[in-house]
């Protein structure tokens, strides 16, 4: 058989899972002595049929049970009392060794599956946006939860199928060849034949299973896709569209699961059949052999028998030749997410407890991989500033307040946090320090509290219930029953626009972080929920700096300083704020006089 080079690229991938299994190690083993005394269990099993056949039925007294007849006595009915105990205790011997065998094998397995999980997402959950911008959602999801219980099953059968597999098929061979070289190898001629059909196998299946894996996870990201546009799709009517979509993934993976289901059906047959051969030969030569007394009808029973077993493990082995590709294909899916370059950890230097929060962007330039969205992109903020970034749409507003909260580094150019570069700051501090209010806010399931709590998990109900004060929250919930503590559904549906923006702004004021980036919060609210958004966001904005983009005037008053992007991103216009006193800074401690001042129109070119 070649061996190519795919498939040890194939077996790499999962062999770099092997590190999870080093704790279990022990559990490991214990498993596979558990496999070796079924196995000695199974080995001893047709001996009280040779007992029966060769010493009571035909009188024989030499043989290898010889030593036992004359310990019971050459009576018959003790020889057979004898025999039918063994028989039992043999059986109940090899049922316990599987039962116990199965357990520690497949516990061990599901916390391997776990950890790797667990690994895996926490990697993936750290990966810079710029990867999670070109997966699928429902692709990743597959991969966390398909792809590593596919891992768990090779790297299980490793240790509970191929090691035991593999002993029990040399050990029946050499016990084979040990009651009588000469039926041993005709029993055994046909081993060969069943290894090769096996490997064959193997090959096919391996390209099956990547194939079938690959259309899983397209058709779950289908799905997840379809799921997270939801009400879109009632909007609009359009579930046609989405069920023509899902139908033609659902095909693909019925396609590759059909082919899966072919390859696994006609295998076992066709390696019966190879095993029939060897029986059929063996019962041919060992009857003729019977005939010519060369060894006993108790002997060949007992040969007989070891064949028929021998095809248990052969069979499972065969298993192996579908989850070992699976597994393999798994791991290699499972593997692309490890192999994506994580962030670089930022140098270990002393921080400061809190910024003062200036802000500086010199000639940034910034690109998603479509081209530069930001050229040469210059901007400082002092401590205490609040300036609105204007401008048409797609001029990259939101991208430099994405750059500002190091969501992505920039490309080219220096952007620093009271002079230290953001790109060499440790995320959590850098998350303790820049607070964002964002146009779509995202509630996770749990309750509102909960929610709130998100930005300071360490924060007092207290603190919880005045953040929520001071965001206008308890303006709806004190109408709810259970108030802050009412649970939301998953993505926090059941809240409005303007309701789910008040979170997130008392999620802000808990973070208590010096510098708020607000990216349109207050985008496709009516006015009176923007009225009161700006009057939540008024308390949000004082004594901190604060960067906003907004297509609202009424939301510019918060401003100090209004900057117009242009088309290419980098030429700016900059005007003091119409609400700012002749961009003077307004007082602060007072917002109120920010929300309370008429909105001015902001100067455009
Ligand atoms: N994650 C992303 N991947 C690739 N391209 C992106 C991504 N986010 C934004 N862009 C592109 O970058 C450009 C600037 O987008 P950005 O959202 O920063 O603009 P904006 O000025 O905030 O627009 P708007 O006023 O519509 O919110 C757009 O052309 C957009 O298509």
Redesign the pocket.
């Known amino acids: 058989m070649r061996i190519r080079r795919r498939d040890f690229g194939l077996l790499r991938h999962l062999w770099r899972f092997r590190s999870y299994g080093r704790p279990h190690l022990g559990t490991l083993l214990l498993g596979v002595g558990l496999r070796i005394a079924e196995l000695i269990a199974d080995l001893a099993a047709p001996w009280p049929l040779a007992l029966v056949i060769d010493d009571v039925l035909r009188g024989r007294t030499g043989g290898p049970l010889a030593g036992l007849a004359a310990v019971v006595g050459k009576s018959p009915i003790a020889m057979m009392t004898v025999a039918a105990v063994a028989l039992l205790l043999i059986t109940f011997a090899s049922g316990a060794f599987d039962y116990l065998g199965d357990r520690v094998m497949n516990g061990a397995g599901e916390r391997i599956t776990a950890a790797i999980r667990s690994d895996v997402f926490a990697y993936m959950q750290r990966l810079p946006m710029s990867y999670h911008?070109r997966q699928a959602v429902g692709e990743l999801t597959s991969r966390i939860s398909i792809d590593t219980s596919r891992i768990e099953d090779a790297l299980v059968d490793l240790f509970s199928t191929l090691l035991p597999g593999l002993l029990a098929v040399a050990g029946y061979a050499t016990v084979i060849l040990w009651v009588d070289w000469r039926l041993g190898l005709i029993a055994i001629a046909g081993a060969p034949l069943v290894f090769a059909t096996a490997a064959r196998y193997t090959r096919l299946t391996r390209q099956s299973q990547r194939r079938r894996r690959a259309a899983e996870g397209h058709l779950a990201s289908q799905v997840a896709e379809s799921l997270q546009g939801i009400r879109t799709i009632h909007v609009f009517g359009r579930h046609d569209l989405h069920d023509a979509r899902f139908a033609s993934s659902n095909d693909a993976t019925l396609a590759a699961g059909l082919q899966a289901v072919e390859l696994r059906a006609r295998f076992t047959p066709l390696l019966e059949a190879v095993a029939a051969v060897g029986t059929a030969a063996l019962l041919w030569m060992g009857g003729f052999g019977v005939l010519h007394h060369w060894w006993t009808i108790g002997l060949l029973v007992v040969v007989t028998s070891y064949l028929s077993n021998m095809v248990k493990p052969m069979r499972s082995l065969s298993r192996l030749s579908i989850t070992f590709p699976q597994g393999a294909a798994s791991a290699e899916r499972v593997a692309a997410i490890l192999d994506q370059p994580a962030a670089p950890a930022a140098p270990d230097r002393p921080l400061p407890h809190r910024l003062t929060g200036r802000i500086e962007l010199c000639g940034i330039t910034f690109d998603?991989?479509?081209g530069p969205?930001l050229r040469h992109f210059d901007l400082t903020v002092d401590a205490g500033d609040r300036v609105a970034l204007l401008?048409p749409?797609?001029?990259?507003?939101?991208?430099v307040l994405s750059l500002i909260a190091g969501l992505y580094p920039p490309t080219r150019g220096h952007l620093r946090l009271d002079g230290l570069p953001v790109t060499e700051l440790p995320a959590s501090w850098l998350h303790s320090q820049v607070a964002m209010v964002l146009q779509d806010t995202f509630l996770f399931s749990g309750t509102l509290a909960d929610n709130i709590r998100y930005a300071r998990p360490d924060a007092t109900p207290l603190e919880v219930s005045r953040a929520a004060q001071a965001a206008l929250v308890t303006e709806f919930t004190d109408r709810l029953p259970d108030g802050l503590a009412t649970r939301l559904t998953d993505r926090g549906t059941g809240l409005s626009g303007g309701q789910r923006q008040r979170v997130a702004i008392a999620r802000a004021l808990l973070a208590d972080a010096p510098v708020v980036l607000l990216d349109?919060p207050t985008t496709g609210l009516d006015t009176d929920a923007e009225e009161l958004v700006i009057r939540a966001l008024g308390r949000l904005v004082e004594g901190r700096t604060v960067i906003m983009?907004t297509?609202q005037p009424a939301l510019t008053r918060l401003a100090t300083r209004t900057i117009h992007?242009a088309a290419d991103g980098a030429e700016r216009h900059e005007r003091p704020s119409p609400g700012s006193h002749n961009g003077q800074r307004p007082r602060r401690g007072d917002p109120a006089a920010l929300w309370s001042r008429r909105a001015g129109s902001v100067p455009r070119r």
């Open positions: 911008d998603y991989g479509r969205v401008g749409n797609g001029t990259g507003k939101s991208t349109e983009t297509h992007l």
